[in-house]
């Protein structure tokens, strides 16, 4: 018998009384299909990926991932590097898949966690504060949470064991705002006026490189942002354009 389909119920079966309702089509949409609905709705109606998960019945983290991987391709790659084997004992790993799948056993990950403690994650705000010249946040160190590209949570994918998690930051102090102020460290505020430094000026090269696979050109910074100073900043500190990069690049 064919099965009927019930538009706005490609995500998942409609249940009645906790049990499959008859003649209904349960056959989830593929991720490739859901990516590029993704994309209309951000090129076409501007949403926010939110807003496109509530249309679409998603995690806005999903919408993310979906955008940032329509097929899955780092899935595949690390698949046949990991293969369920924990990196430091080579013990069985279970649960997740693709770049989301564990690199380490239980017991490992357990240990891993006893890692971080309040002083070691103090030290990492303050080291993040120095090198990127504003304190983390939660996008930073929440890449699942972060718009495609964001420079900070490219960084933090880049060097893992690096710094620690938002979740880890809210297990110890309670709050990502309770663990800034236990590190004398004031939140990043949108607006806010940095005062850029070679140094920070070549951290920041070095992270647009990272995320967009080219270094910046004037154009792409003619204005400032919280990740990045504006062109008259690095004509103002640096000299001239060629000087930061050639900078950025020992």
């Not at 991932?65 to 698949?79: I, L, S, T």
């Not at 850029?196 to 920041?204: D, F, H, K, L, R």
Request: proline share 8%.
């Amino acid at each position: 018998m064919q099965t009927a389909s019930v538009p706005g119920m490609e995500n998942g079966p409609r249940r009645v009384g906790g049990e499959h309702a008859p003649g209904v089509e349960t056959r989830r949409r593929p991720r490739l299909e859901q990516a590029r609905e993704i994309a209309r709705l951000r090129e076409r109606e501007g949403l926010s990926f939110t807003e496109i998960g509530e249309r679409l019945g998603l995690a806005p983290s999903t919408v993310r991932d979906y955008h940032r991987d329509p097929e899955a391709k780092r899935n595949r790659r690390n698949r046949e590097r990991y293969r369920g084997s924990c990196e430091l004992c080579g013990r069985p790993t279970s649960g997740g898949y693709g770049y989301d799948a564990p690199r380490h056993c239980a017991v490992c990950a357990r240990a891993q966690s006893r890692v971080w403690d309040h002083d070691r994650i103090v030290r990492a705000i303050r080291e993040w504060h120095k090198l990127m010249g504003r304190a983390p946040t939660v996008p930073d160190w929440s890449p699942a949470h972060a718009d495609e590209g964001h420079p900070g949570a490219v960084r933090f994918l880049a060097e893992p064991g690096r710094w620690p998690s938002a979740a880890t930051l809210r297990e110890h102090f309670g709050s990502f705002s309770a663990a800034l102020e236990a590190s004398g460290v004031s939140p990043a505020r949108r607006g806010a006026r940095i005062r850029w430094t070679p140094e920070q000026i070549g951290e920041a090269i070095r992270a647009w490189q990272r995320a967009h696979g080219t270094p910046p050109t004037r154009e792409d910074w003619q204005s400032s942002s919280e990740e990045h100073p504006a062109r008259s900043t690095v004509y103002r500190v640096m000299g001239s354009w060629g000087a930061a990069l050639e900078a950025a690049g020992r």
